[in-house]
């Protein structure tokens, strides 16, 4: 016994393994998501968090390991990476034998840190591969012949089949042309809406995969489907524009059974399946709703022994595989419940629910009443001046809900294939009393993890941020929308590249991005034009032209940038750089030796502002076009050469800042006085001549006081519109003005971010002034209460107030840089950062400054105190020089520089 304590000591003492307590791995993710199924990646990569006590601690190793097995056999060992020196951890690529389809591989990390201690293997997560290539489909496209009708009954699809033995694991591979609701044996299989959600159809179609394994039993089975007509077949953007991708739903199915012996099973759809157009769902429609009248539902059609006599047999489709992919980005879910604040008559009679939120998804409806008795549900976003329900800005949406009764007891409804965007509900035909309990908002999006938390002391900036949180969830549904409500709801380019760093903040969008970028890439025309929205609907499917437009378009290059830096990603930039390239490259060819874009602003600095009808003295917010477009090229191009530096491509670095060089050259023969005023004298005109550094620097002083002098002659308001909006306040801290930037930001009349606050928004609207301070509304034909656009502030409320900043891609090295105000009492935020949480915040009280930091582990930060003497400022009540884990201090331009590692950290300093 004692040799055998002896050879056990031995062996740590030999491989050098202490297990410490202080030193833990953490939130283990692969390709950026929790445990995720059907990865089709072939080389999918790792990323994990490290907790650690004591300060400035850093990864200097790693080793991973994979399994199929939970216990990590010996025999079921798939790859062991060995000990490798990095302080990575941040998408790290499998590097083992070829995966196989259909498996789940679990994996464990264990980490090296600079303090000599090693964490113990961390919690198992797993993988699970999906078909990895489009031979593995064995089932076949089935569809019913007279399915091809607008606004027609759901078809519904079903098989039997029975198992004799014990089920060990059961999947699902499943997509469809338009919506589809997957059931087995009576039940719904997996919690995920709208599915197989949003891609350009013909080149990108997602498929999902479900456990179904507790669905199945032994004896007889069935399996079945409910489709809907969504982005498939429904109407798309305006006029009488249906059926975008194809006219005839269809179903894409296969099931992999592995029973305990070992064996397996494979359920397909093909010819021997059956199908009906009937049902209660006789309507749906994404812009227009559903009818649902449930004395015509086919009860027990999803389970075994139903008489399916009258249905009839499927025929299949020969559409091929070659377009259906894995699911990249996360799924669409219902997120949340909420309740109605209030119900209430208008003047004019009608019965209201407020839901007191402007909500994106649907109503759930309880109800009880005699058969045939029908309950309309109508939806809208305002109330107008008269307190009467307002529906004219959702055009020609119908956004209703039609429910016919079964009168068999309480009945409980809620759609399946549409979502709304509303927090108002018409109610009709109600039997009965109406009460709260009777309506439940189910609110519905794309199920992104939130990453981040801002707060103030000001309760209408807080608000403000709410609003900007509900203005992503209610527009990121498997694709970023402009609007959920009106006969929209399209993926608008420019809204995209405005908001994409505010929405890398609020939630982890690496999934969601990486999916819909590839999108992007899809749609993206053989002249590297890039539609004014993705997926395109239009321009016409085999259009191979578009005409794009500046600042729109170039969310191929920005997008693919910003995501790099916030989540580390560098396998974004090459799959998008392709893209990138193509799109500046045409710009680069309708722009020639001029160096100018011409005619490629089609929208301008949209919904700029402009003065009331009767204001003749006040100038508008008008940028020349032209000079949007020369100033998008250059900052795509100069973006383009970043990005090819990243990704080592000398040549295009060098040619693309030459290319830069040379349109700033012209920028300022054409646009630049020698007084240093820019283009049209507009906020907008400063602004992205700054921000994209196009200025030379002995102007760059003249035109920023020319632009706080128009905020000023406005009386600290702004004039800008999507292009220029997102980036106005920081041109203004990042040239000395900080103090402007938060007039504008504090500011609460129209024009401002805090008007539509204080005139009771719950989301960020469309327009500056989408309800006019006498409440009556701007242009029903373009004014959404729901467009994130204008919500781009809170990533300069994140990056600038608190001051949380990346200096390295993914957050490995990070800027704290608070930037305190004395008309707020505090400001602070959190960030889930790829490393782990970071947090910056700052308070006033008495005369003096409190700022409080938490650097993650694995990660350095730089930290800037607005403070012009380090011998003014302690940490924890000790001089800065007192703290090891602060290095590296002193002043630069008038504030308190320190390099600083990992760990928490609470400043002082007077004002």
């Known amino acids: 016994m004692k040799a055998l304590r002896l050879t056990i000591i031995l062996a740590f003492f030999y491989f050098g393994i202490s297990f410490s307590q202080d030193l833990a791995v953490r939130d283990l993710t692969v390709e950026h998501k929790v445990n995720p199924m059907g990865v089709d990646a072939v080389k999918p990569r790792f990323s994990w968090k490290i907790s650690a006590t004591g300060g400035s601690v850093m990864q200097t190793a790693y080793s991973l390991r994979v399994s199929t097995d939970a216990g990590f056999k010996a025999s079921k060992t798939v790859w062991q990476s060995g000990k490798i020196m990095s302080d990575e951890s941040l998408l790290q690529p499998y590097s083992g ?105 013909s080149k990108r179609l997602q498929y999902q995969v479900y456990d179904v394994t507790s669905l199945l039993r032994k004896g007889s089975n069935a399996v079945g489907a409910v489709l809907g007509d969504g982005w498939y077949r429904g109407t798309l953007a305006w006029g009488n524009n249906w059926a975008v991708y194809g006219k005839r739903l269809g179903l894409l199915l296969q099931m992999k059974i592995v029973f305990t012996d070992g064996t397996e099973a494979l359920i397909v759809t093909d010819e021997s399946w059956k199908g009906i157009i009937d049902g209660a769902i006789r309507m749906n429609d994404i812009y227009n709703g559903e009818i649902y009248d449930a004395t015509k539902r086919l009860t027990g059609w999803n389970l075994p022994g139903y008489n399916d006599n009258n249905w009839i047999k499927v025929r299949t489709g020969n559409y091929g595989t070659g377009n259906i992919i894995a699911s990249e980005s996360v799924p669409v879910r219902k997120i949340q419940e909420i309740k109605p604040v209030k119900i209430f008559r208008t003047p004019k009679g ?229 893209g990138m390239k193509a799109w500046v490259e045409y710009i680069r060819k309708q722009a020639g030796e001029s160096y100018q874009w011409k005619q490629g602003s089609k929208y301008g600095d949209w919904l700029f502002y402009h003065p009331p009808v009767n204001n003749h003295t006040e100038p508008d917010g008008y940028t020349e076009p032209d000079f949007i477009a020369t100033a998008f090229y250059a900052y795509s191009s100069r973006l383009l050469a970043m990005a090819a530096k990243e990704l080592g491509k000398t040549d295009d670095e060098k040619l693309y800042n030459d290319i830069y060089n040379r349109i700033k050259e012209v920028f300022n023969h054409e646009y630049v006085t020698p007084a240093g005023r820019v283009g049209t004298n507009s906020q907008t005109s400063y602004v992205l001549a700054l921000m994209f550094d196009l200025l030379p620097a002995d102007l760059r002083y003249q035109a920023v006081k020319f632009l706080v002098d128009d905020i000023k002659s406005r009386r600290n308001h702004l004039s800008t519109g999507f292009l220029g909006t997102p980036f106005l306040c920081h041109v203004l801290s990042a040239n000395g003005y900080t103090d402007v930037a938060y007039d504008l930001l504090l500011q609460e009349s129209y024009p401002s971010w805090l008007y539509p606050v204080k005139m009771g928004a719950t989301t960020i609207w469309e327009r500056w002034d989408g309800q006019k301070p006498d409440s009556t509304f701007q242009d029903p034909g373009m004014n959404s209460f729901n467009h994130y656009a204008y919500g781009a502030i809170g990533d300069w409320m994140y990056r600038v107030s608190a001051g949380i900043e990346a200096l390295k891609p993914g957050y490995k090295q990070i800027l704290i840089q608070p930037n305190p105000d004395e008309r707020l009492k505090y400001s602070k935020a959190s960030f889930e950062s790829p490393y782990g949480t970071i947090e910056s915040g700052w308070e006033i009280n008495e005369g003096k400054i409190t700022v409080k930091v938490k650097i993650p582990a694995n990660t350095t930060a730089v930290i800037k105190l607005s403070a012009d003497d380090p011998a003014k400022v302690t940490s924890g009540g000790r001089k800065l020089n007192e703290n090891a884990n602060l290095s590296d201090i002193k002043v630069i331009e008038k504030k308190v520089t320190m390099l600083a590692g990992s760990g928490d950290y609470v400043f002082e300093y007077g004002k």
């Open 97 to 201: 034998p070829d995966l196989k389809p259909y498996q789940r591989y679990y994996w464990q990390v264990r980490v090296w840190d600079n303090k000599g201690r090693v964490s113990k293997w961390s919690e198992v997560a797993f993988w699970e591969t999906g078909l990895m290539e489009p031979s593995g489909w064995k089932a076949k496209w089935i569809e019913l012949e007279a399915d091809t009708n607008r606004y027609s009954p759901s078809p519904h699809f079903r098989k039997e089949f029975s198992i004799s033995k014990q089920v060990s694991s059961a999947r699902v591979y499943v997509t469809s042309h338009g919506f589809y609701e997957l059931h087995i044996n009576g039940k719904k299989a997996g919690d995920q809406v709208l599915t197989p959600g949003w891609t350009s159809y």
């Open 350 to 578: 009608d019965l209201i629910a407020d839901m007191g939120q402007n909500m994106v998804g649907w109503i759930r409806l309880k109800v009880s009443g005699p058969r045939g008795t029908v309950v309309t549900l109508s939806h809208a976003e305002v109330m107008d001046k008269y307190g009467e329900f307002y529906t004219e800005n959702l055009r020609r949406a119908k956004c209703q809900l039609k429910y016919t009764l079964s009168g068999e007891g309480e009945e409980i409804y809620e759609p399946r294939f549409t979502f709304m965007g509303f927090r108002y509900v018409k109610v009709e035909g109600f039997p009965g009393n109406l009460t709260p309990e009777n309506l439940t908002g189910v609110v519905v999006h794309s199920d992104m993890t939130p990453t981040g938390k801002y707060e103030s002391s000001n309760q209408l900036l807080n608000q403000l941020q709410h609003n900007i949180v509900w203005g992503q969830k209610g527009n990121f549904v498997d694709v970023p929308t402009d609007c959920p409500q009106r006969d929209e709801r399209l993926g608008w380019t420019g809204d995209a590249q405005a908001f994409c760093r505010t929405a890398s903040f609020n939630y982890n969008v690496a999934p969601f991005f990486t999916k819909w970028l590839k999108d992007v890439s899809a749609d993206q025309k053989p002249g590297g034009e890039v539609p004014d929205v993705i997926p395109d609907v239009l321009n016409s499917q085999t259009a191979t032209t578009a005409r794009p437009s500046a600042g729109w378009g170039d969310v191929a290059v920005i997008a693919p940038w910003t995501i790099y830096q916030v989540f580390g990603d560098k396998k974004i930039l090459e799959t998008q750089y392709p």
